[in-house]
């Protein structure tokens, strides 16, 4: 069983950790997050409830830590409760580095929305209508410096629902940033994938249970 050390991730992350009573990564941690720390694409399928989130929020916030600056890293996912509940992950990890997230859903006052993005978050974690609604108006922030565009639950984010909405959001970002992909299931998501035009993305799936 591989520690957090020995995948890679820095000691300011541990304590964070234990504070919420994790010792070692799960598998889809181990595979990914080393693979997320060299540079690559990943796209990574495993079951609900396999930690899925820090999979890619420990990669993402380390790396945040080694070069600040503008809005770091984009998270879709495609409902308001899943937004909270990554944004929640990051925020108990993220502390201690002076973190600075937003969370971008609908139901929301759209004028306190852009306030918040303004000020330079250093995360936007948000559903894609409520993200395409601000970028289709006037709006004071840019994602063409992301460093990581993050599909969280990209198998529904990527069935077809979403489609317009990430029409408007994808050709806004930085081409240059790294491309992780979450599912649960391995759908027909990897056709679509192939538009998001992916670097030779490392595959993870996690093996069936027996
Ligand atoms: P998924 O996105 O794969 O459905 P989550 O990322 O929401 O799963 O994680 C599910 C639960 O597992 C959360 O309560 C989370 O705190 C917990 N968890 C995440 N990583 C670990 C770990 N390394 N050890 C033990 N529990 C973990
Ligand atoms: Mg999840």
Redesign the pocket.
Known sequence: MKSFLEIGLKSWLFKP?ES???????P??KHCIPTILSGKDVVAC??????????FALPILQKLNEDPFGIFALILTPTRELAY?IAD?FRIIGKSIGLKDCVIVGGMDMVTQSIELSKHPHIVVATPGRLADHLEREHDFTLKKIKFLVL?EADRLLEGNFDEQLKTIFPVLSAEKQVLL?S?TMTDTLEKMRTLVMKKPFFYEAPAQV
Do not use: E
């Open positions: 950790l919420i009573g994790l010792q070692d990564p799960t889809v941690q495993a079951k609900t409830g396999s930690g899925k989130t820090l999979a509940q992950q969280d979450f649960a």
